[in-house]
């Protein structure tokens, strides 16, 4: 059976949407569950910024050779005028910094966060 995810604008393709209301630790803890699901879910999320999000992932997260790779291929698809989106819950654990702030001591460094903050 094919696992899908309409997560409007509380994911994105290497981002997350803003937080309008509720507390940081609520919106982590949606985050978290998002996280939860299988690798193989396909994910639909509401906008196609992805290009612009890969930016500022490359920048807080540059050693990362999984999101390295993956903003080259993003690169490639937006030239050809080709969608991002969907995208799979494995390369959006992998790459998506607001899915790794807890796993991954280089964007704690690179946002001045403790391993308590998250």
Same mark, same amino acid.
């Given at each position: 059976?094919? !696992? ?5 604008? =509380? ?11 509720? *507390?940081?630790?609520?919106?982590? =803890? ?5 996280? #939860?699901?299988? $690798?193989?879910? *396909?994910?639909?999320?509401?906008? #196609? ?5 890969? !930016?500022?992932? &490359?920048? &807080? ?10 903003? !080259?291929? &993003? !690169?490639?698809?937006? @030239? ?6 969907? @995208?799979?819950?494995?390369? #959006? ?8 702030? $807890?796993?991954?001591?280089? &964007? ?7 391993? @308590?903050? @998250?």
């Amino acid at each position: 059976s094919e !696992k899908t995810a309409f997560v409007g604008d =509380s994911l994105f393709a290497l981002g997350c949407g803003r937080m309008f209301e509720g *507390t940081p630790t609520q919106f982590w =803890s949606s985050l978290l569950r998002l996280r #939860e699901l299988p $690798d193989d879910t *396909t994910v639909y999320c509401a906008h #196609e910024y992805t290009e612009s999000n890969a !930016k500022f992932a &490359i920048s &807080i997260e540059p050693g990362n050779l999984d999101l390295v790779r993956r903003v !080259k291929e &993003i !690169k490639a698809q937006r @030239s050809r005028g080709e969608p991002t989106v969907p @995208s799979l819950m494995g390369e #959006e654990k992998l790459t998506n910094p607001f899915l790794r702030g $807890d796993v991954s001591a280089e &964007i704690r460094k690179n946002v001045g966060a403790n391993e @308590s903050d @998250s």
